[in-house]
């Protein structure tokens, strides 16, 4: 048989066409695009032309800025629909590698479709709770003197959450779509050139990227346009627009809590498929990665689409949303505080960062162009080199659009210089930004010695392999803590003495010079939403070259633009950690100001030496590791399924090893999709829940004992102290599963014996330990982190 495998001679199963099965009996298109498509193309076009020209209206009615952003995204989804014809038009190359991409598309397609109809039910159950609670809660004295009554408060709220929810859903939909399409022609385009092949990934990434960060740009721009012009802002009687910013909270909510089930389930999905894929087929069997003999490989390469684009797409929706919605929030508070004539400039600003973000990126993506080489690994550049390039353009791109940006909008006469202190404060968070994504590239890139230090314990067995991932992990949070720490500091500083004070002289421009470093850092979010989903793509067709069994100089290629896939995605990770710490801090001081409003006292500080309050902390720093501890529990207790039903498959068909019997791929597919969708509950539903138990618990407390802030001030403590935990330990997940991750592929190319050997074997098992931790625990905690400050600042008057 070994003789056989050498010479290519793998028998009939090879000779004839390898035909994938389906894991679904007909292709799944969301509801509305089928409604959609049966509408005629003329009344469909009719109907787009009254629809721009509403937008538009209402545009023009409320700022001419708010016209300038929309027609920003409108080209940016233009020009996304020319990177979808482009891609779609290479080819899938043979017709094994397309039915292997039908069964991975198809697979994808229907474990979203019940995904995310279980979310859209709990999303709906818990905006009639958000409804009821907005009916019976207090209203502010401004809210009062401006006719904005309960009711009207309720409706506006909830219509929020569901706006939010279904855009976050679509920003997966989006991610999971392309990845499925775009993964064979990558597959195919290898065969040809490597830097084709990395041209396609990346521009199949930018497709979904545009497309995320400009529908929360024009989502949020349409919310806040329509209460505008719906509620009259700024007629005499009616709510000033400094305080518009505050009915968008729900917006922000319903992307986090999509977001929240995304990441769980499809992590839970991803990385139990693979554990278990790993663990029989690579360590058992001593078969390669993605082999088609192996079970559970169809839903290894599924898992990577619904957990890593899908998931990834709601994450980063839902991280611009809420860093928009808390910088609009207090750029009106300090707007109002220094009576600054005309506030919209503050208030809008993030609007246009994120709409010159989507003119810098496509610059980036684009200048990744296709040049002529053998496809030879040795003839070409390194793919992470021209990633980085592309970078590097949208860095210096952002700097200077941003400098443009707070000229335009943040000039005041009330302090003419103050825009360039705010501009220093965008610089400092672009410089965050690439500080960030540094640090875990040389935590996780085996080109650097942490990785390669762990690969090497991995010579003197399992157990040393653990322990040195685990104190690379621990030692990769040192650095951007530090990182963090300079750039609140700094952009506070710089925002505080640009010079807009308040009507006693106190400087109020501290909070909003943080907002202002977080909207730099997030200024390339879509470059870098670009280069995390090059990682899924490629790995997908590194796994449909192994099936379809492509000579191995293919294959060769394939694994170099996985390896740097892998980096990538790390990458990514890292910096949606630190714009989670930067959002979070200013949701944070969002809330406060929120109490303060609700409760018309002064709320500025939290004493943490109040015991009650102390409890609070304690109680936010336990929920991220019990949140933890849940989301990998559930990854091993669904890949205990999946390794149980592989080991049975090849008990039960012996012929699997020897190409004679097919395995039962949608077995597999049928248990992780089913079993990640019931253990995605329970610490979904741990993180929804428990600020409103503790809020509610000590308020009532609070009313017994004299203290009508109590509940505000132990839930301000709560999220305070989960924050810090959450995003320690983010970073150690994140990095210690991507070194890990790394570790392996660095042994794979050839080094400390290659593949097959014992220092192999020991690092599957570090990057099986891994799994759980960088792509389901890991991106989990930021998404929690974010969806705790909103979900305070949404609930806040069951508190007070």
């Given at each position: 048989?070994?003789?056989?495998?050498?010479?290519?001679?793998?028998?009939?199963?090879?000779?004839?066409?390898?035909?994938?099965?389906?894991?679904?009996?007909?292709?799944?298109?969301?509801?509305?695009?089928?409604?959609?498509?049966?509408?005629?193309?003329?009344?469909?076009?009719?109907?787009?032309?009254?629809?721009?020209?509403?937008?538009?209206?209402?545009?023009?009615?409320?700022?001419?800025?708010?016209?300038?952003?929309?027609?920003?995204?409108?080209?940016?989804?233009?020009?996304?629909?020319?990177?979808?014809?482009?891609?779609?038009?290479?080819?899938?190359?043979?017709?094994?590698?397309?039915?292997?991409?039908?069964?991975?598309?198809?697979?994808?397609?229907?474990?979203?479709?019940?995904?995310?109809?279980?979310?859209?039910?709990?999303?709906?159950?818990?905006?009639?709770?958000?409804?009821?609670?907005?009916?019976?809660?207090?209203?502010?004295?401004?809210?009062?003197?401006?006719?904005?009554?309960?009711?009207?408060?309720?409706?506006?709220?909830?219509?929020?959450?569901?706006?939010?929810?279904?855009?976050?859903?679509?920003?997966?939909?989006?991610?999971?779509?392309?990845?499925?399409?775009?993964?064979?022609?990558?597959?195919?385009?290898?065969?040809?050139?490597?830097?084709?092949?990395?041209?396609?990934?990346?521009?199949?990434?930018?497709?979904?990227?545009?497309?995320?960060?400009?529908?929360?740009?024009?989502?949020?721009?349409?919310?806040?346009?329509?209460?505008?012009?719906?509620?009259?802002?700024?007629?005499?009687?009616?709510?000033?627009?400094?305080?518009?910013?505050?009915?968008?909270?729900?917006?922000?909510?319903?992307?986090?809590?999509?977001?929240?089930?995304?990441?769980?389930?499809?992590?839970?999905?991803?990385?139990?498929?693979?554990?278990?894929?790993?663990?029989?087929?690579?360590?058992?069997?001593?078969?390669?990665?993605?082999?088609?003999?192996?079970?559970?490989?169809i839903a290894d390469l599924v898992g990577d689409n619904v957990g890593d684009c899908a998931a990834r797409g709601a994450d980063l929706f839902e991280s611009i949303a809420a860093e928009i919605i808390s910088a609009m929030i207090l750029g009106g508070t300090m707007a109002k505080r220094c009576k600054i004539e005309d506030p919209s400039g503050f208030i809008l600003f993030p609007l246009v960062v994120h709409s010159f973000d989507l003119v810098i990126s496509s610059v980036g993506i684009f200048s990744i162009r296709n040049t002529r080489d053998s496809g030879v690994l040795g003839a070409i550049e390194d793919p992470m080199s021209i990633l980085q390039k592309g970078y590097s353009v949208t860095i210096v791109l952002a700097v200077l659009t941003f400098g443009l940006s707070t000229r335009w909008m943040l000039y005041t006469e009330q302090a003419p210089s103050a825009w360039l202190n705010f501009a220093l404060c965008g610089l400092v968070g672009i410089m965050t930004a690439y500080a960030f994504v540094w640090i875990t590239k040389y935590y996780t890139d085996y080109k650097h010695e942490p990785v390669r230090t762990l690969a090497l314990s991995s010579s003197t067995g399992h157990g040393t392999n653990i322990i040195a991932g685990i104190s690379l992990g621990l030692e990769s949070t040192a650095l951007p803590v530090l990182v963090i720490s300079i750039a609140i500091v700094s952009s506070y500083w710089?925002?505080?003495?640009?010079?807009?004070?308040?009507?006693?002289?106190?400087?109020?421009?501290?909070?909003?010079?943080?907002?202002?470093?977080?909207?730099?850092?997030?200024?390339?979010?879509?470059?870098?939403?670009?280069?995390?989903?090059?990682?899924?793509?490629?790995?997908?067709?590194?796994?449909?070259?192994?099936?379809?069994?492509?000579?191995?100089?293919?294959?060769?290629?394939?694994?170099?633009?996985?390896?740097?896939?892998?980096?990538?995605?790390?990458?990514?990770?890292?910096?949606?950690?630190?714009?989670?710490?930067?959002?979070?801090?200013?949701?944070?001081?969002?809330?406060?100001?929120?109490?303060?409003?609700?409760?018309?006292?002064?709320?500025?500080?939290?004493?943490?030496?109040?015991?009650?309050?102390?409890?609070?902390?304690?109680?936010?720093?336990?929920?991220?590791?019990?949140?933890?501890?849940?989301?990998?529990?559930?990854?091993?207790?669904?890949?205990?399924?999946?390794?149980?039903?592989?080991?049975?498959?090849?008990?039960?068909?012996?012929?699997?090893?020897?190409?004679?019997?097919?395995?039962?791929?949608?077995?597999?597919?049928?248990?992780?999709?089913?079993?990640?969708?019931?253990?995605?509950?329970?610490?979904?539903?741990?993180?929804?829940?428990?600020?409103?138990?503790?809020?509610?618990?000590?308020?009532?407390?609070?009313?017994?004992?004299?203290?009508?802030?109590?509940?505000?001030?132990?839930?301000?403590?709560?999220?305070?102290?989960?924050?810090?935990?959450?995003?320690?330990?983010?970073?150690?997940?994140?990095?210690?599963?991507?070194?890990?991750?790394?570790?392996?592929?660095?042994?794979?190319?050839?080094?400390?014996?290659?593949?097959?050997?014992?220092?192999?074997?020991?690092?599957?098992?570090?990057?099986?330990?891994?799994?759980?931790?960088?792509?389901?625990?890991?991106?989990?905690?930021?998404?929690?982190?974010?969806?705790?400050?909103?979900?305070?600042?949404?609930?806040?008057?069951?508190?007070?």
């Amino acid at each position: 048989m070994d003789d056989d495998m050498e010479g290519g001679n793998l028998g009939p199963y090879q000779e004839r066409l390898r035909v994938f099965p389906n894991m679904r009996t007909k292709p799944y298109t969301p509801l509305m695009f089928r409604l959609l498509m049966r509408i005629n193309v003329r009344v469909l076009f009719v109907l787009m032309l009254l629809g721009f020209g509403a937008i538009f209206y209402i545009g023009a009615s409320t700022s001419p800025i708010i016209v300038f952003v929309f027609s920003v995204c409108i080209i940016s989804f233009l020009l996304s629909i020319y990177l979808t014809k482009w891609v779609l038009a290479k080819d899938e190359g043979p017709p094994e590698m397309a039915q292997i991409s039908d069964a991975i598309r198809d697979g994808a397609e229907g474990f979203f479709r019940t995904q995310y109809g279980t979310i859209s039910k709990m999303a709906v159950l818990l905006g009639l709770v958000i409804f009821g609670i907005y009916l019976f809660r207090s209203t502010t004295p401004q809210q009062e003197s401006s006719g904005l009554g309960r009711s009207t408060s309720a409706y506006i709220t909830v219509a929020a959450f569901l706006l939010g929810a279904l855009c976050s859903g679509i920003a997966g939909y989006v991610g999971m779509w392309v990845s499925v399409r775009a993964n064979v022609r990558v597959s195919s385009a290898a065969r040809r050139s490597a830097r084709e092949a990395l041209q396609i990934a990346v521009r199949a990434g930018g497709f979904s990227a545009l497309v995320v960060v400009g529908m929360a740009v024009i989502g949020i721009a349409i919310l806040y346009s329509t209460f505008y012009v719906w509620l009259g802002v700024d007629s005499p009687g009616a709510m000033k627009v400094t305080e518009l910013p505050l009915l968008l909270v729900g917006y922000g909510f319903g992307a986090s809590f999509v977001a929240l089930f995304a990441q769980l389930g499809g992590g839970i999905y991803t990385k139990a498929a693979d554990v278990g894929a790993d663990l029989v087929g690579k360590v058992e069997q001593g078969i390669p990665e993605d082999d088609p003999r192996n079970p559970a490989v169809i839903a290894d390469l599924v898992g990577d689409n619904v957990g890593d684009c899908a998931a990834r797409g709601a994450d980063l929706f839902e991280s611009i949303a809420a860093e928009i919605i808390s910088a609009m929030i207090l750029g009106g508070t300090m707007a109002k505080r220094c009576k600054i004539e005309d506030p919209s400039g503050f208030i809008l600003f993030p609007l246009v960062v994120h709409s010159f973000d989507l003119v810098i990126s496509s610059v980036g993506i684009f200048s990744i162009r296709n040049t002529r080489d053998s496809g030879v690994l040795g003839a070409i550049e390194d793919p992470m080199s021209i990633l980085q390039k592309g970078y590097s353009v949208t860095i210096v791109l952002a700097v200077l659009t941003f400098g443009l940006s707070t000229r335009w909008m943040l000039y005041t006469e009330q302090a003419p210089s103050a825009w360039l202190n705010f501009a220093l404060c965008g610089l400092v968070g672009i410089m965050t930004a690439y500080a960030f994504v540094w640090i875990t590239k040389y935590y996780t890139d085996y080109k650097h010695e942490p990785v390669r230090t762990l690969a090497l314990s991995s010579s003197t067995g399992h157990g040393t392999n653990i322990i040195a991932g685990i104190s690379l992990g621990l030692e990769s949070t040192a650095l951007p803590v530090l990182v963090i720490s300079i750039a609140i500091v700094s952009s506070y500083w710089l925002g505080h003495t640009a010079g807009l004070v308040d009507e006693s002289g106190i400087p109020t421009g501290g909070l909003f010079g943080t907002a202002v470093a977080t909207m730099g850092m997030l200024s390339t979010a879509a470059y870098v939403l670009t280069m995390d989903m090059f990682g899924p793509i490629a790995d997908n067709a590194g796994g449909i070259v192994e099936m379809s069994q492509q000579p191995e100089s293919v294959r060769e290629i394939t694994d170099v633009l996985d390896a740097v896939g892998n980096t990538t995605k790390a990458t990514t990770k890292g910096f949606a950690i630190g714009s989670a710490a930067l959002a979070s801090f200013l949701l944070f001081s969002a809330y406060m100001d929120e109490v303060a409003s609700f409760a018309n006292v002064t709320f500025k500080q939290v004493d943490i030496a109040i015991p009650e309050v102390f409890v609070g902390g304690l109680l936010g720093s336990m929920l991220i590791f019990l949140f933890s501890a849940w989301a990998c529990s559930a990854v091993g207790r669904t890949a205990q399924e999946v390794v149980n039903e592989v080991r049975r498959q090849f008990i039960e068909r012996p012929g699997i090893m020897d190409y004679k019997e097919k395995p039962d791929y949608s077995r597999c597919v049928s248990i992780v999709a089913s079993a990640s969708l019931r253990e995605m509950i329970k610490p979904g539903a741990l993180a929804i829940i428990s600020p409103i138990v503790v809020g509610f618990v000590f308020r009532v407390l609070g009313y017994y004992t004299g203290h009508p802030l109590l509940g505000a001030k132990v839930v301000a403590s709560m999220l305070m102290f989960a924050t810090v935990s959450g995003i320690l330990m983010a970073l150690f997940l994140n990095t210690a599963g991507g070194a890990w991750d790394n570790a392996k592929k660095y042994i794979e190319t050839g080094a400390l014996g290659g593949k097959g050997s014992d220092s192999h074997k020991a690092a599957i098992t570090g990057d099986t330990v891994g799994d759980p931790f960088k792509d389901t625990a890991g991106p989990s905690l930021h998404v929690l982190i974010k969806m705790l400050a909103t979900i305070t600042l949404v609930m806040a008057p069951i508190f007070l």
